[in-house]
């Protein structure tokens, strides 16, 4: 696998001369934050070495190589799934390169179902803590130690000097936030109503399908990390409807300046 991440980079590097600090994974119908930034190369995946390939029609599948901020950014335009029927090293095999490309700090979006019965339609939730509920773990297997340790520590999974700064950035654009703990499952199926109700009573206050593995991994490298979600739909009891993803994408897009905004403001404030 190093050799495999290291041939990843050393082709990266062959195409680009950004050095990022920042590195930032978009979420289903959250693209948008690629326009604010300045870019100066693009990858496809499909042309790096090791690297999987999007499946998803609502993730393009690129790399973005840019600024942002005055930082040097690294964007996925685009991420992966287990429920794409990749393993789980592969679904975080980007965030391994990425640290390897020099990022100092990871920035994850995603769209989610909303379980905490105060939460509406279009919420913005700042991740605070997260449930990992999938049935594999990205740091089972060999641990390499020039990437971490065997048992990381896991009691700040999310940054809180970034959760309190994007909290101020919100604030002061009246933009109206909520922190949260957001549990992680398979999918692609959307949960049952009793699904949503057992995510809710072990102390989730939203649900989706993807972040998780991502956290663990850069947490496992010691990169810290800010994650954000657009509640797209609730899994509240009374207020539970069929939800498709162009539903989904509907709200997201619909959300995304105000996500954008946060984000793009808290990396140029770092």
Request: with cysteine.
């Amino acid at each position: 696998m190093l050799t495999q991440f290291k041939e990843s980079v050393s082709f990266i590097q062959s195409k680009t001369s950004v050095q990022p600090t920042i590195g930032i994974i978009l979420g289903t119908g959250l693209g948008g934050l690629v326009k604010e930034i300045n870019v100066i190369d693009e990858i496809e995946y499909k042309d790096i070495p090791h690297f999987p390939v999007s499946t998803v029609e609502s993730h393009s599948g690129k790399l973005i190589f840019g600024e942002l901020g005055g930082k040097k950014v690294v964007a996925m335009q685009g991420r992966f799934h287990f429920y794409e029927g990749y393993d789980m090293k592969q679904v975080t095999y980007p965030v391994r390169v990425m640290k390897l490309l020099g990022i100092e700090r990871l920035f994850v979006s995603n769209a989610s179902g909303g379980v905490n019965p105060d939460f509406e339609v279009g919420e913005i939730m700042i991740q605070n803590d997260h449930i990992n509920l999938f049935p594999a773990h990205p740091l089972i297997g060999k641990n390499f130690d020039e990437l971490g340790p065997r048992f990381p520590d896991m009691s700040d999974p999310y940054d809180t000097e970034m959760i309190k700064l994007a909290q101020t950035i919100a604030a002061e654009n009246n933009i109206k936030v909520s922190v949260g703990t957001y549990a992680g499952l398979t999918g692609p199926t959307l949960e049952t109503p009793a699904e949503y109700g057992y995510v809710r009573a072990i102390g989730a206050d939203a649900v989706g399908m993807s972040t998780v593995p991502e956290i663990i991994v850069a947490r496992h490298m010691d990169i810290p990390c800010f994650a954000i979600s657009i509640i797209t739909d609730l899994g509240v009891p009374g207020k539970i409807h069929k939800v498709s993803l162009a539903d989904v994408i509907a709200v997201a897009t619909r959300q995304e300046p105000k996500m954008t905004l946060i984000m793009s403001q808290l990396i140029s404030r770092l």
